[in-house]
């Protein structure tokens, strides 16, 4: 069966650094775009970034953390990363990771995407 598992998440200080990752198995990894999400308490469950499957591995953020995030992608290890940099109180969420088997344009809508992880907290003190 398919897991996604994200790591890395944790409690930082505004102006901070994490690194999250999330590993895939149970299904061919470079055929999916891949993608992260995140949810703050009373929120729905918004877009952050993406990253396809082509080669070259385009992305595409969020205007929130465009120029502070990115995403990157090691197809050896199954593996996802979203580095977030300058974070900011507003970043506090569960963040989570998901996989998209479309051949089409890379896709930003969540029931867009067909696997999810369990999600892992981020924690941004002011």
């Known amino acids: 069966q398919v897991q996604l598992v994200e790591s890395g998440g944790g409690l930082v200080q505004a102006g901070g650094s994490l690194r999250l990752s999330c590993a895939a198995s149970g299904l061919v990894f470079s055929r999916y775009h891949m993608g992260w999400f995140r949810q703050a308490l009373g929120n729905e469950r918004e877009f952050v970034a993406v990253?396809?499957?082509?080669?070259?591995?385009?992305?595409y953020f969020a205007d929130s953390v465009k120029g502070r995030f990115t995403i990157s992608r090691d197809n050896a290890k199954n593996t996802i990363y979203l580095q977030m940099n300058t974070l900011k109180p507003e970043d506090t969420a569960v963040y989570y990771c998901?996989?998209?088997?479309?051949?089409?344009?890379?896709?930003?809508?969540?029931?867009?995407?067909?696997?999810w992880g369990q999600g892992t907290q981020v924690t941004v003190s002011s």
């Open positions: 990253i396809s499957k082509w080669t070259g591995g385009d992305t």
């Open positions: 998901a996989s998209d088997s479309s051949d089409g344009v890379v896709r930003r809508t969540r029931n867009e995407f067909d696997y």
